[in-house]
C-alpha cells in the first residue's frame, strides 16, 4: 500500500525536468549508460554497495540466530540487542552523513566499515553484560550512516548531472540484486558447511574489504573540495 501511495503521488505531483539548452546537445548525451562505470567512484560506489548490503541482509538473517542458539540469550534480549540496530540506523544516517560534509564523504566511508568490525566481534567474544553488548551493537552498526553516501550522494557528486540517475541506479541496484540476493544464500550455505558463527566471520571480512575499497575513492565534499581548491590557487598564486 505504501509503494502504491508513492507511485500515485509521483503520478500526480512529480513534474518531468526539461534540461536546460545549453547542455542538450553534448556528447555526454550520446555516450552509453554504461560509460558512468568509468568513473572510478561510481565503479567503487557499485563495489562498497555490494559489500555492506551483503553484511546487513547477513546481519539481519542469522544474528538472532547466533544470539538465541550459539550465545544463548533469551529471545527477548536477542529483539531489544537487534532493535539497538534500528535506533544506530536511524542516528547514523544523519550524523554521519552531517559529519560527511564537514570533515569528507572518503574519510567517513573508510573508517565507519572499520570501526563496523565490533559488531561481529562482540557478538562472538564479548563476554559482559547485554547492556554493554548492545553499545558494540549500536557503534558497530554505525556503518549503515555510510549508505546515503555510497548509494546516492558520492555517484551524483561524481559524474556529469544528466548521468546522475543512471550512476543511482548503479549503485543502489548493484547492491540490491547481487548483495541482497546472493549473500544469504552464501551465508546460509556456510552456516550449513560449519557452525552458525561462519556468517558472522563473513560479515567480519566484508567490513574490513569494504574499508580497503573506500580508500580508492576520490574526494567530492562540496566543502573539502572547495578549499584544497583554495590552497592550490594561493599556493600558485605565491
Not at 52 to 57: K, N
Not at 148 to 176: I, K, Y
Amino acid at each position: 500500500i505504501p509503494g502504491l501511495v508513492s507511485a500515485l503521488m509521483i503520478w500526480l505531483l512529480i513534474r518531468e525536468p526539461e534540461a536546460p539548452a545549453h547542455i542538450v546537445d553534448d556528447a555526454v548525451d550520446k555516450e552509453s549508460p554504461w560509460a558512468v562505470l568509468r568513473e572510478r567512484n561510481v565503479l567503487l560506489c557499485c563495489l562498497l554497495s555490494v559489500i555492506l548490503v551483503s553484511y546487513l541482509v547477513i546481519c539481519w538473517v542469522f544474528m538472532p540466530l547466533y544470539l538465541t542458539e550459539v550465545r544463548g540469550y533469551p529471545p527477548e534480549t536477542m529483539q531489544w540487542l537487534m532493535g539497538t540496530l534500528g535506533i544506530s540506523a536511524t542516528i547514523g544516517s544523519f550524523a554521519i552523513s552531517g559529519l560527511s560534509d564537514r570533515i569528507g564523504r572518503r574519510p567517513v566511508m573508510i573508517a565507519m566499515p572499520l570501526i563496523g568490525v565490533i559488531l561481529p566481534l562482540g557478538a562472538m567474544f564479548f563476554a559482559g553484560s547485554p547492556w554493554l553488548l548492545a553499545i558494540f551493537f549500536f557503534f558497530g552498526w554505525g556503518l549503515n550512516g555510510i549508505f546515503p553516501l555510497f548509494m546516492a550522494t558520492v555517484p551524483s557528486e561524481s559524474v556529469d548531472p544528466r548521468r546522475v540517475a543512471t550512476a543511482l541506479g548503479l549503485s543502489m541496484g548493484s547492491g540490491e540484486v547481487l548483495g541482497g540476493v546472493l549473500a544469504p544464500w552464501i551465508g546460509g550455505r556456510s552456516a550449513d558447511a560449519t557452525s552458525l558463527a561462519a556468517p558472522l566471520w563473513i560479515m567480519l571480512g566484508l567490513t574490513i574489504v569494504a574499508g580497503i575499497v573506500a580508500m580508492g575513492l576520490r574526494e567530492t565534499a562540496p566543502r573539502i573540495v572547495a578549499a584544497r581548491r583554495g590552497a592550490e590557487l594561493r599556493e600558485a598564486a605565491t
